[in-house]
């Protein structure tokens, strides 16, 4: 049975579903129809992108920490990205990300999940262009969805999106529904809020 939670809200991941390793985190969202003009050209697509940044103690000490489109596995090989998905269109999950709570070392206590708007500023877009986003948990061993968090506030002029976070809580896992949003202009800003 899925978990639907809410923006604050934290759940168990692991200690409800014993022998929980491997998971996939879908991240989804469709992009808001647009209206142009006579004379306008077509507005260009909206380009969301995942993101997972590995943080120890709370913080995020290297680059090499941050999974995404330009870097799709971490160095240790516990977290795997899809790839990046330019437009949004189409049904179900636009990025997945799959990770292997097992063989995330100890020295990560937790991996924040994030998106982002591509080159967002100079295209003039902002997250109240997208609708429909959320982040989910599946497990990939039964197809199960285990938590979906809809991200439903309005975040008209943000453009990036901190959606939730996996953390470690003694010796299990769990997921909090954190829907922030930023005016970061791009990765590396959202990155420098975690250093």
Same mark, same amino acid.
């Given at each position: 049975?899925?978990?639907?939670?809410?923006?604050?809200?934290?759940?168990?991941?692991?200690?409800?579903?014993?022998?929980?390793?491997?998971?996939?985190?879908?991240?989804?969202?469709?992009?808001?129809?647009?209206?142009?003009?006579?004379?306008?050209?077509?507005?260009?697509?909206?380009?969301?992108?995942?993101?997972?940044?590995?943080?120890?103690?709370?913080?995020?000490?290297?680059?090499? *920490?941050?999974?995404?489109?330009?870097?799709?596995?971490?160095?240790?090989?516990?977290?795997?990205?899809?790839?990046?998905?330019?437009?949004?269109?189409?049904?179900?999950? *636009?990025?997945?990300?799959?990770?292997?709570?097992?063989?995330?070392?100890?020295?990560?206590?937790?991996?924040?999940?994030?998106?982002?708007?591509?080159?967002?500023?100079?295209?003039?877009?902002?997250?109240?262009?997208?609708?429909?986003?959320?982040?989910?948990?599946?497990?990939?061993?039964?197809?199960?969805?285990?938590?979906?968090?809809?991200?439903?506030?309005?975040?008209?002029?943000?453009?990036?999106?901190?959606?939730?976070?996996?953390?470690?809580?003694?010796?299990?896992?769990?997921?909090?529904?954190?829907?922030?949003?930023?005016?970061?202009?791009?990765?590396?800003?959202?990155?420098?809020?975690?250093?």
């Amino acid at each position: 049975m899925v978990v639907n939670l809410q923006k604050g809200q934290r759940v168990d991941l692991t200690k409800g579903n014993a022998g929980l390793n491997r998971i996939i985190v879908g991240l989804g969202w469709d992009p808001v129809e647009q209206k142009r003009g006579w004379f306008s050209s077509a507005p260009a697509e909206v380009d969301c992108d995942a993101s997972v940044l590995m943080l120890q103690n709370d913080r995020l000490f290297d680059n090499q *920490d941050v999974v995404y489109f330009g870097r799709l596995k971490s160095a240790c090989g516990s977290v795997i990205h899809s790839g990046d998905n330019l437009t949004g269109e189409g049904d179900g999950d *636009d990025e997945t990300i799959i990770v292997s709570l097992n063989d995330i070392p100890t020295k990560y206590n937790k991996l924040v999940f994030a998106v982002n708007i591509y080159d967002a500023h100079n295209r003039k877009q902002h997250f109240g262009m997208i609708r429909n986003a959320y982040i989910r948990i599946i497990n990939p061993a039964n197809n199960q969805e285990l938590i979906r968090y809809n991200l439903s506030d309005d975040y008209h002029n943000q453009t990036a999106l901190i959606t939730g976070e996996i953390y470690r809580h003694n010796t299990e896992w769990k997921f909090a529904a954190l829907g922030n949003s930023t005016q970061d202009r791009g990765l590396a800003d959202l990155c420098a809020r975690f250093t």
